[in-house]
């Protein structure tokens, strides 16, 4: 029988433990029961979000922004299934306030097609579009005529919108991370490779995340050269991966070998 490792619990369940979807057999990377708890946890955490964060939107405001847009998605026009956005997610939690944005605000909403509110979802919208926008058959017209709009009800310039919400979501990444490790290490887990490939894909710098988010437990374990070499070894084999050099395993394992050395007169 064939079983596949939950991504979330690490544990190998049979394939009928996951629903449907894009990964490895045609099957998620989380099982049922940690999906399960996911939905459950990111409703409840919606849920409080949005009574916790800032609300002032009023009716006049609400109909404006439709008025704006034409009562069509401001990135695809179209005019059916409509909802009113938020452009900076509820899940980012409070991180977005420091930044001057978010919440059910007028400058934070803006109408879409359920289709692109649910390709949205927690992730950032500027990355997300900007980079796949083609995907989801957004123009760059309307791209920009959207930012332009959001940038200008924020009081910024576009180009500073989007570096504000860039950082932002920087933010909410490095904390998110960084907490997971925090509750790790407080209960002596050994780090392992992919949650340092995690940090490595979401392009986070470890040793500042650490330096800011990391109890001070956290940041004695990484500043063991265990650790220091782990991180090491597995920005390397990314960046192998990424430059779609294909050598072979014995060649990347001296190169690796051969950085450690290296690293470790560095660091003596
Ligand atoms: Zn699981």
Redesign the pocket.
Known sequence: MVNKT?S??R?A?PLDEYNKGKGRFGKIA??K??SKERNKASIDRRRANLMSLPRYLTEEQEVSIFEHFNNSCALTGLKDKLCLDHFVPLDWGVTPLKYGLGGTTFPNMIPFHISINSAKNAMNPVMLFERYGEKYNISADRWNAALKYLAEKNGLSVADYTNRVNACYMEVQSDRWATGINKKVETNGEIVGWEIERALRRNLNIQVVIELFGTSKTKDYFRTTKVSEMIARRKFEMEVRQSKVKRNLVEITKEVERLLVEYRKRNQ
């Open positions: 939950c979330k619990c544990q369940k989380v099982c029961s940690c």
